[in-house]
């Protein structure tokens, strides 16, 4: 199916999601060390689709300066940027110059295994006009919630309803394969939603809408937990590092550790996967480190404790400091020498925190 081309949604702010969003926009925060765009990107030519439509906004330099026009990455990129949000179905319009036969439309912060193939196959059998992926979820309520009939034909779709009015457990997974007349509904460089306006407008006029539910592997990644998540569970096997790691004899890892390129690591330091550190990382003498996600030239003195946290890019965490339970630190951040940080604290970009501090949230 090579002629089927995707547009990605990658221009909202990830507010969710700061401090990590602060200075790097949610499609390039790093899972196992790679931007999250790639492992999407690495999907969508399993499935034999290299042509792919960026829809940007939020800082969108960074996106185009790494990925290029994607040659690189085996795939064919055109990037358009909004001149100001245009809502997930504006931002499909606003690259509608680009498409001319059925195509599929992802949302950026979502990572899954979903057979695409089969589904633009059950598109087009049905001969539909919208197909949305669906996902089981615990609460439904941060989602949009579909109700279909048992063959499929969608009867409803309510954009985060209350848990009690949700109708279904069945979530929209962000993924969808459309027909390009559908978007003859949106005006150009107006703000639309395909959840709040396009969906519900075909289902009132009758057109033929359908679900695709499975049970494939599906996160979004817009909370820190999640983005946790994510790299917890793609990270498998053995611990990976190349020649330029430099791991003291006396250190005790224990996998699945990813590391980076050039990360130090001194004697007596205990590392208990699943782990992820990004390159340049020191972790000096007798720190200890378990479920962790560390980002780039990040230091962390002797004595440290580092547990169930996110750590920005280039933070220095002092000697004996203790960073536990659900924190998220930005970039640059520095914490001082016996601080302990614990129960989902969030510090901004730049902060410094002083010795001996104690924050809980
Ligand atoms: N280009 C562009 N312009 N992209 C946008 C805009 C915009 O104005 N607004 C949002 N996006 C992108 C976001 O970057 C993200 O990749 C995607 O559209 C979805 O936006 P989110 O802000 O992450 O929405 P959500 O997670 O609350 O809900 C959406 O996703 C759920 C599944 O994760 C909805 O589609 C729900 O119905 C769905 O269940
Ligand atoms: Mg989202």
Redesign the pocket.
Known sequence: MSEVKAV?????E?TRLRPLTSSVP??MVPVLNKPFLQHVFKHLSNHGIRDIIL????LPDNIQSYFGDGSDFGINLTYVV?DF????A??VKNVSQYIDSTFLVL????YTDLDLTSMVAFHKEKGAKATIALTPVEDPS???VVDADADGRVKRFI??PKREEAPSNM????TYVLEPDVLAHVEPQK?CM??RFLFPLLLETGQAVYAYPSDAYWI?I?TPDNYAKINLDLLSGETQADDSVDVHSSAKITGPVLFGSNCVVEADVVIEGPVVIGSGCIIKSGSFVRRAIIWPDTHLDSWTTIKDCVVGMGCRIEANACVVDGTVLGSDVVIGDSCHLSGGVRIDCGKSIDPDTTLKR
């Open positions: 990605i949604l990658v221009g909202g990830g949610k499609p829809a940007l906004c939020y909004e949000p245009l809502g997930t504006g931002a949302n950026g912060d979502v941060a989602y949009g954009e985060k979530i929209n997974a962000g703000f395909f959840e979004d817009g």
